[in-house]
């Protein structure tokens, strides 16, 4: 109850953090998976109003951050292949591999593109046929239709020097990891908005059955947040443990059919490994053999080298919501956004990030 | 990453049936415009209907009173009870 003052003049959040705080009435450790939602809640400084007994860990959401040592090096080294022009979404710009990053194999001369949208990266190997455009697939459920389509427009539009490297992620399957940890206890799940507006938010329904786990979809305001706090502790509070869904202008309760046939066409599910987490059987997406020559690794013939995490980051430990950025020694000393040594510092959505931004001691 | 916002949808264009047409609609929010792709989004919008887009494609549409009543309605919090909040 810190900064409680600040609330004072929001007519807007004032009811609603004064609901949560009487809706606590049991201890309960809320698990918010999603990277955007680590961050908003730190914008929105609703660590400090957090009533006593109430925990917040943060979760695998941040699509950077469980990006494998080994596909960052791989990634390195596939910018230094002549010829090669390498497309990838901002934040990947800066993560260290065990040998530098993507922006160090640019300043050396390799071509590394930021790009909003894939379909920018379609267009870039239009204007560029003398060069094979790579776009760097790392998301979750939300960017891989996007990126499916974009693959669909190249093979229609016979776009050749065009593909793309897929670490894409699916989201239920690491938090079945996590929840069978027995190290780790989670009562609630922030559940992830956008990617909840492709998989449906009753694609949360089986996870909340078997484990017992209060699961509530929310939005990234200050309402939306506090809303789907106060129906966590509700549910545990009362112990009807079900789905519910506070971001109905984002997210349906059946999944996205268009968006979810675009992706069966061009991807299979494939063993994927997580940094922290390992590898999860069937928890990524690899092209079709049928679209073989829109798969980078196919083209490229990459081979995953062996990396080791960089030395001393925390950041498996963190993603796992088993330690904070507090308990790493590197974390400000080290480890800042200008000298970043692992993901969860360089990521926008990073929980180290966060920390550093929004204050170490909440 | 993920702070969307509903856009309201000004012209599209395509075949929602034909993923070879060029499926683009132009939305604008507070006075900008741009195009999104609408090759992934859930319900093919038309005119006048909302869009939340994520890297360049629609991924959701909702009907324009939906979307309304949606971007209001963190607003109407602040005049409402918890209890009415919730129901
Ligand atoms: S502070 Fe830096 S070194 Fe420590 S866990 Fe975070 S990213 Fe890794």
Known sequence: MKHLDEYRDSSLALPLVKELQNTVTKPLTVMEVCGSHT??????????????????????????????ASHMDAFIAMADIPG????????????PGSTGSLAEASSRGAKVDIVYSPMDALDIAKNNPDELIVFLGVGFETTTPGIAATILAAKNQKVTNFCVFSTQKTMPAPMEALLNDPDLKIDGLLCPG?????IGAGAWEPMAKKYN???VVGGFETAD????????????????????NVYPRAVSWERNERATKMVEE????????????????????????????????????IVLPKSKEPR????????????????????????????PIGPCMVSSEGTCSAYHKYGRDE | MCLAIPMKVTAVQGNPDDFTSN????????????????????????VGDYVIIHAGFAIHSLVEEEALKNISLLQELADNTPEELLS
Request: net charge neutral; hydrophobic share 40%; aromatic share 6%.
């Open chain 2, 23 to 46: 499926q683009l609609a132009t939305v604008d929010a507070d006075g900008i415009s741009r195009d999104v792709r609408l090759d992934v989004v859930d319900y093919w919008p038309k």
């Open chain 1, 39 to 68: 961050m908003a809640i730190f914008r929105n400084g609703l660590r400090s109003i957090l009533p006593q007994g109430m925990k917040l860990v943060s979760g695998p959401g941040c699509p950077v951050c469980v990006t494998s």
């Open chain 1, 225 to 244: 947040l506090l809303k789907a706090l106060i129906l966590l502790a509700r549910q545990v509070g009362s112990g009807d443990i079900k789905v519910e």
């Open chain 1, 194 to 198: 956008h990617v909840s507006t492709i």
């Open chain 1, 312 to 339: 001393g980051c925390l950041c498996g430990e963190i993603l796992k919501g088993k330690q904070t950025p507090n308990e790493c020694p590197l974390f400000d000393r080290g480890c800042t956004p200008a000298t």
């Open chain 1, 213 to 215: 786990l209060a699961c």
């Open chain 1, 266 to 301: 061009i991807f299979e599910p494939v063993d994927m490994d997580w940094r922290g987490l390992g590898i999860i059987p069937q928890s990524g997406l690899k092209i079709r053999a049928a679209y073989r020559d829109f798969d980078a690794e196919v083209r490229l013939d």
């Open chain 1, 84 to 95: 090669v022009h390498v497309t990838i979404f901002g934040d990947l710009f800066r993560v």
